[in-house]
């Protein structure tokens, strides 16, 4: 059975107190007729105030009844409100104190670590992060990945997910992989994670990027994709989608936003300093 909807109440107030007021207008006046006038023209001013007595009566009920009932819909707004204030303040509570304390403390000892420990640890600290975005996003079914480039240096860069992925009440998986070059289709995430930030669309079918793979079997109608870039350094991007459309609100971009910033501290951090220069170099050269 469908569900039944509300329907919302308008403030009619300036139209049912105008109605009275002509009535009432109406109504003064037949009872100066009944005054002045006498036989059958009195006998009808009679029968007219009475109708004019009963429509501003009648009037005047619908007025309360839409007073009474706008009051209450008002009512319902601020307690719908006040809860999801509420909601909102404890996600933001558990973003801060568990989700961003918790990668912050990772990314910390990732800091201190000598090499063969960063390498160790940063695998762990991505598939954290790729977890973290469908805990704090707000959709009942979300799917999460991080798209890593293999090679920061080869010439035609692939980006896969492999092991970082994680949903929640899905079945479906990540099945893309991203290969760089004009020639090949979805163009537009490597323009994403070599200058750009986020793209989100929360309707595939009516917003995409230019140079999406229309031929690609995505199911889903919402996501959003982040760049992991660190001063100039392409590291991948952190996506995430969900099968219904408006799947993501704008805090969950923002959320989404601060983790592929992490992410990106976080490689960075597992890189030596000699690495970071023979990246750069190799970049520079080409």
Request: one cysteine or more; hydrophobic letters at 45%.
């Amino acid at each position: 059975m469908a569900d039944k909807t509300t329907k919302q109440v308008k403030d009619h107030a300036v139209i049912y107190t105008a109605a009275v007021g002509v009535l009432g207008a109406l109504t003064a006046l037949t009872a100066f007729c009944i005054s002045v006038t006498s036989g059958t023209a009195q006998n009808w001013a009679r029968l007219g105030a009475l109708v004019l007595g009963l429509l501003t009566a009648y009037v005047g009920f619908l007025k309360f009844r839409n007073e009474r009932a706008f009051k209450q819909q008002q009512e319902q707004e601020k307690t719908s409100l006040s809860a999801a204030l509420k909601a909102e303040a404890r996600r933001t509570m558990l973003l801060v104190n568990g989700a961003m304390l918790g990668t912050a403390v990772q990314l910390r000892e990732l800091a201190v670590a000598d090499q063969p420990t960063k390498d160790q640890l940063i695998g762990a600290l991505r598939s954290s992060i790729v977890c973290k975005v469908c805990d704090l996003v707000q959709s009942d079914a979300p799917r999460a990945g991080y798209f890593r480039v293999d090679d920061l240096t080869a010439a035609t860069r692939v980006m896969r997910a492999g092991a970082y992925v994680h949903s929640r009440n899905r079945e479906d998986s990540f099945t893309t992989e991203f290969i760089e070059g004009q020639a090949h289709p979805d163009q537009a995430v490597w323009n994403l994670i070599d200058s750009g930030d986020v793209f989100e669309s929360n309707d595939t079918q009516q917003r995409v990027p230019d140079t999406w793979n229309t031929n690609a079997n995505r199911q889903y109608r919402s996501f959003v994709s982040v760049a992991v870039r660190a001063d100039g350094l392409a590291f991948g991007m952190l996506t995430a989608n969900t099968m219904e459309i408006d799947g993501f609100t704008d805090s969950d971009i923002g959320t989404m936003q601060v983790l592929a910033h992490l992410l990106a501290t976080a490689e960075a951090t597992a890189l030596s300093t000699s690495k970071i220069n023979k990246i750069r170099s190799e970049l520079a050269s080409r």
